[in-house]
């Protein structure tokens, strides 16, 4: 690791036990494919064929020869017991009788048994390992109980990829159980607590299925890495990878082309940060933060690498942007009533906000587009719409519907540095 990204991570105050401390836990769909298909394989007893085999070190290669002498031993008994415990007690080491049986050394025996004694099963107990014939309708018990522990296993490990496969509608969020996501601290303590959570978490995925765009800034190398933790190895090809992306997600915004097309004319800077700050002194589209949530309203304070932070100005210079190129490559002679001026509204008059390009967003953020100045606004809520604000020609009040041809020239184009293409076509 270099040194300078050593003192940007120590300058943001990056702590590297966090991710295993609190870290959220995630699971790729191929991932969890190999999950299923190692236990699949252990509970049907199927022995790992290359497991033994690769195994070259004197010591281990030792254990496994005297545990194998041992069940042959046993098996060889005209009177015996009906299992074999097998425990540290078996050897000699006086390191090995205090600490018993370390996970590989417990590994070794049990793939030792499906290989050599497949009419034999082994178990974990308590400091040993038991040997006994195998019994259909025990061993089928204790392949239940285990894919009960496996999959509510597998449900908490996933993580965070739940909230991926909502947003791009996939079946998996619809089996699963967020009350696995708790702990036994964490977990709510009583039956209504626990109704109630299932109750959000409706609504949470009602909300994931309406249409996703995914809006970021120089977003392509975040796409690659989006893919590798939650879908798995990357595709072979290029074009492969744009035909996976764009399934996923049909319109993708990067404000980065957005700011290098307007850049050609006004030279615009293009890192987020400077976007943020050369354009919040644009009248028109007003953005404004809830008075509840005020923590990055201001635009001279910087949380640099805060999420909630950089997700709040990828929507600022989004919102500003579009409205600004949307003004530039709109035609000179426009309709009556074009969606992209302001009405007046007078000062007692109700009127609905004419403007095609507010539809699907009022939709999605659940908002009111029939305003007025006399009309109540919830507790806390900032006014959008002004008294006497001057009407502006130039530049829409909102940013252009996901739907207009707008998109079909500015979205699915992402900046690719580097390259002699430069940008990449979903």
Same mark, same amino acid.
């Given at each position: 690791?270099?040194?300078?990204?050593?003192?940007?991570?120590?300058?943001?105050?990056?702590?590297?036990?966090?991710?295993?401390?609190?870290?959220?836990?995630?699971?790729?769909?191929?991932?969890?494919?190999?999950?299923?298909?190692?236990?699949?394989?252990?509970?049907?007893?199927?022995?790992?064929?290359?497991?033994?085999?690769?195994?070259? *070190?004197?010591?281990?290669? @030792?254990? =496994?020869? %005297?545990?194998? /002498?041992? !069940?042959? #031993?046993?098996?060889?008994?005209?009177?015996?017991?009906?299992?074999?415990?097998?425990?540290?007690?078996?050897?000699?080491?006086?390191?090995?009788?205090?600490?018993?049986?370390?996970?590989?050394?417990?590994?070794?025996?049990?793939?030792?048994?499906?290989?050599?004694?497949?009419?034999?099963?082994?178990?974990?107990?308590?400091?040993?390992?038991?040997?006994?014939?195998? *019994?259909?309708?025990?061993? @089928?018990? =204790?392949? %239940?109980?285990? /894919?009960? !522990?496996? #999959?509510?296993?597998?449900?908490?490990?996933?993580?965070?990829?739940?909230?991926?496969?909502?947003?791009?509608?996939?079946?998996?969020?619809?089996?699963?159980?967020?009350?696995?996501?708790?702990?036994?601290?964490?977990?709510?303590?009583?039956?209504?607590?626990?109704?109630?959570?299932?109750?959000?978490?409706?609504?949470?995925?009602?909300?994931?299925?309406?249409?996703?765009?995914?809006?970021?800034?120089?977003?392509?190398?975040?796409?690659?890495?989006?893919?590798?933790?939650?879908?798995?190895?990357?595709?072979?090809?290029?074009?492969?990878?744009?035909?996976?992306?764009?399934?996923?997600?049909?319109?993708?915004?990067?404000?980065?082309?957005?700011?290098?097309?307007?850049?050609?004319?006004?030279?615009?800077?293009?890192?987020?940060?400077?976007?943020?700050?050369?354009?919040?002194?644009?009248?028109?589209?007003?953005?404004?933060?809830?008075?509840?949530?005020?923590?990055?309203?201001?635009?001279?304070?910087?949380?640099?690498?805060?999420?909630?932070?950089?997700?709040?100005?990828?929507?600022?210079?989004?919102?500003?942007?579009?409205?600004?190129?949307?003004?530039?490559?709109?035609?000179?002679?426009?309709?009556?009533?074009?969606?992209?001026?302001?009405?007046?509204?007078?000062?007692?008059?109700?009127?609905?906000?004419?403007?095609?390009?507010?539809?699907?967003?009022?939709?999605?953020?659940?908002?009111?587009?029939?305003?007025?100045?006399?009309?109540?606004?919830?507790?806390?809520?900032?006014?959008?719409?002004?008294?006497?604000?001057?009407?502006?020609?130039?530049?829409?009040?909102?940013?252009?519907?996901?739907?207009?041809?707008?998109?079909?020239?500015?979205?699915?184009?992402?900046?690719?540095?580097?390259?002699?293409?430069?940008?990449?076509?979903?």
């Amino acid at each position: 690791m270099q040194s300078s990204s050593v003192a940007f991570l120590q300058v943001h105050g990056f702590q590297i036990e966090k991710p295993f401390t609190i870290g959220v836990p995630y699971l790729s769909h191929y991932e969890e494919v190999l999950a299923r298909a190692e236990e699949s394989r252990i509970n049907g007893n199927i022995p790992n064929p290359d497991f033994l085999s690769r195994i070259f *070190d004197p010591a281990q290669l @030792a254990f =496994i020869t %005297k545990i194998k /002498a041992t !069940i042959t #031993e046993w098996l060889g008994m005209e009177e015996k017991p009906n299992f074999l415990n097998i425990g540290p007690d078996y050897f000699d080491h006086a390191r090995q009788l205090s600490r018993g049986f370390t996970l590989i050394e417990r590994q070794f025996i049990h793939e030792l048994v499906k290989a050599e004694f497949p009419h034999l099963a082994s178990h974990n107990l308590t400091g040993y390992v038991r040997v006994n014939f195998r *019994d259909t309708h025990r061993e @089928a018990a =204790i392949a %239940k109980y285990n /894919a009960g !522990i496996f #999959e509510a296993t597998l449900q908490r490990q996933i993580g965070l990829r739940y909230l991926f496969d909502g947003m791009i509608h996939s079946d998996g969020l619809e089996n699963f159980n967020i009350l696995s996501c708790f702990t036994r601290k964490t977990a709510p303590k009583t039956h209504g607590d626990q109704q109630r959570v299932v109750e959000q978490f409706k609504e949470v995925k009602e909300k994931l299925r309406r249409p996703t765009v995914l809006v970021g800034h120089n977003v392509f190398t975040d796409l690659v890495n989006f893919y590798a933790c939650f879908i798995g190895p990357l595709p072979a090809t290029v074009e492969g990878f744009q035909k996976d992306i764009h399934s996923f997600f049909p319109l993708i915004i990067d404000t980065k082309y957005l700011a290098a097309q307007l850049g050609k004319t006004s030279g615009l800077r293009s890192s987020l940060t400077g976007l943020d700050l050369e354009l919040k002194d644009m009248p028109l589209p007003r953005v404004e933060c809830h008075a509840h949530h005020l923590r990055y309203s201001c635009h001279e304070q910087f949380f640099g690498h805060e999420a909630g932070f950089d997700s709040c100005i990828t929507a600022r210079v989004l919102i500003r942007l579009s409205a600004k190129l949307e003004a530039l490559n709109r035609p000179e002679t426009q309709p009556e009533k074009s969606g992209g001026d302001l009405i007046d509204f007078g000062e007692d008059t109700d009127a609905e906000i004419v403007n095609p390009y507010s539809r699907e967003l009022a939709e999605v953020f659940g908002i009111d587009l029939s305003l007025s100045n006399t009309q109540s606004k919830p507790d806390g809520m900032l006014n959008p719409v002004g008294n006497n604000r001057p009407i502006n020609t130039q530049i829409s009040d909102f940013i252009p519907g996901f739907e207009t041809p707008f998109w079909q020239s500015y979205g699915n184009r992402l900046m690719v540095n580097g390259t002699i293409e430069h940008v990449c076509h979903l």
